[in-house]
């Protein structure tokens, strides 16, 4: 405590502190943002977006010569070295266990070993690190969420960072990003999350702003227009959103440990989205669910929208969820 | 927060961090020792003329004890050379000590000497004064004797007052020396 308010009297210079900027690289975009701090808040520095052309035949994106291509353009246009990178959670694995010790480095060990009983791929080809989870502690055994991936993958990421002179500081699964971004810090409650890209839909259960739990359904905001006029084929995509809710809800309330963590009640649903009448989407997911339903303000955790205005549209700004949650990661 | 790097990008962080923290002490220390040097450039200043006035009164110093020793010297010499006179012109007319000695190898036992003065008299002669006080009468005409009987004293002057007492009498002897 002392040692932060002495920092926050005498902050390192920029240089030491290896100031880092967020990039999100999904599919057919990527993009970038620098937040920086100024009058006790955060404002943008600056961000850009560059799509490209997304390549079906290529099992992952990183090898996409187009993505090269708009990193490079990113480079000419920023100064950044250093980057806090998302990573798709298809990639990626979650589990929750409990580990017999306090101690970071022996955690670490244990979880080394325990590794192959909880993912498909070796502990020798995985890069994992793990978060201590707040709730749920006793005096002997310590909660945590391991997030898993896949050393080709990273290493692949890292190889074609490095090629356009970016180094890498941080992974970050792109769900966390996004719940970085749209849960206001010191929200603990449980919430669940509906983030709607073009193609498909993601659905977090979030807890202690962490993701506890991830899923898919291959629907986007493309199949979700017009949910307000009874189009036929929003109906079908809404009663697939409607089942996966229900499963969620399910799953997460069912899914209780024996030291009574997990399955706290989930507070409300945030929704957010892109390409869609994300006020349309809610009041469906309202109706359907009966519960809280909003859609997610991505400036939360940024500064107050009274004083400041930022650069990027309402519309658009859902889309830079990811990237606002990983610049945000520089500020924590 | 979650970090998720191989080992191999934490390495290269590793290294990247310890490289700006080395060029960041650097920077630190060039910027401490060019503030510092600003800061002294006054102090400099002043202890640069301090030293110049410290030299100027050195050297004056220097000069004035110089004139003073030169002068010391000078009385030394002249005080010397008067010495040297004195010894001289001693050397060519009476020697004092040879008188004493003539005096003292004269002087019997019962005889106790207080006050020997030699004086220099015009035209090279030479007047000795001896004050004493002798245990009896004999001892006293027997030294006066004795030095009457020594070469070199013209003449043994001892007053008949001084042989009044029997005993213990303080007498005053006067002996004229001549010129060799």
């Known amino acids: 405590m002392i040692l932060k308010n002495f920092f926050e009297i005498f902050p390192p210079p920029r240089f030491l502190t290896m100031a880092s900027v967020g990039l999100d690289i999904s599919d057919d975009c990527v993009r970038m ?3 920086v701090s100024k009058n006790k808040g955060l404002i943008v520095d600056s961000y850009t977006e560059r799509k490209f052309e997304r390549s079906p035949n290529l099992s992952e994106v990183y090898e996409n010569p187009e993505l090269k291509k708009a990193l ?4 000419k246009e ?3 070295k250093f980057v806090n990178v998302s990573v798709n959670e298809e990639h990626a694995y979650i589990f929750r266990t409990e580990v017999p010790t306090k101690d970071p480095s022996e955690i670490r060990s244990i979880l080394e070993f325990q590794l192959e009983e909880n993912v498909p791929i070796a502990s020798s080809e995985a890069v994992f690190d793990f978060r201590v989870l707040k709730s749920g502690q006793n005096i002997h055994n310590t909660h945590v969420l391991v997030t898993v991936l896949p050393k080709k993958s990273v290493e692949l990421c890292t190889s074609l ?7 890498p500081v941080s992974f970050e699964l792109r769900a966390q990003a996004i719940v970085n971004a749209i849960i206001a810090k010191g929200d603990n409650e449980a919430h669940m999350v509906i983030n709607i890209d073009k193609q498909k839909t993601s659905f977090y259960i979030v807890h202690d702003r962490i993701v506890q739990f991830t899923s898919m359904i291959a629907f986007g905001s493309e199949s979700f227009k017009d949910i307000s006029k009874n189009n036929p084929e929003s109906t079908k995509s809404s009663d697939v959103v409607a089942d996966e809710i229900q499963r969620l809800y399910i799953y997460w309330h069912k899914h209780r440990t024996e030291n009574n963590y997990g399955g706290e009640e989930i507070q409300k649903i945030i929704v957010n989205g892109e390409g869609l009448q994300l006020n349309d989407f809610c009041e469906y997911v309202a109706l359907i669910t009966r519960s809280i339903v909003e859609p997610s303000n991505v400036w939360i955790n940024v500064g107050d929208l009274n004083s400041y205005v930022p650069p990027i549209h309402y519309e658009q700004s859902f889309s830079f969820a990811s990237v606002i949650g990983l610049a945000l990661k520089n500020n924590n | 927060m979650l970090y998720l790097l191989p080992n191999s990008q934490k390495v290269i962080l590793n290294k990247e961090y310890t490289l700006r923290f080395i060029v960041v002490v650097f920077m630190f220390m060039f910027a401490t020792f060019l503030i510092a040097t600003f800061l002294l450039i006054p102090s400099y200043r002043l202890l640069t003329t301090t030293e110049d006035v410290i030299l100027e009164s050195k050297n004056m110093i220097l000069r004035s004890s110089s004139e003073k020793s030169n002068k010391n010297i000078s009385l030394a010499i002249s005080e010397t050379k008067g010495l040297l006179t004195l010894l001289t012109s001693e050397s060519e007319n009476i020697k004092s000590t040879e008188v004493f000695e003539k005096i003292l190898s004269s002087r019997p036992t019962g005889i ?3 006050t020997i003065s030699f004086e220099e008299q015009k035209g090279g002669s030479s007047l000795v004064l001896i004050n004493g006080i002798s245990d009896n009468r004999s001892d006293l005409i027997n030294f006066s004797q004795t030095l009457r009987k020594e070469s070199g004293f013209s003449s043994v002057d001892l007053p008949i007052s001084n042989l009044a007492k029997d005993k213990d009498i ?10 060799k």
């Open chain 1, 33 to 35: 943002m620098e937040l």
């Open chain 1, 72 to 75: 490079i353009d990113i480079k």
């Open chain 1, 78 to 80: 920023f100064k950044a």
């Open chain 1, 161 to 167: 960072l490095n090629s356009v002179s970016l180094i």
């Open chain 2, 112 to 114: 106790r000497i207080n």
């Open chain 2, 170 to 179: 303080v007498f005053s002897i006067t002996i004229k020396v001549n010129k």
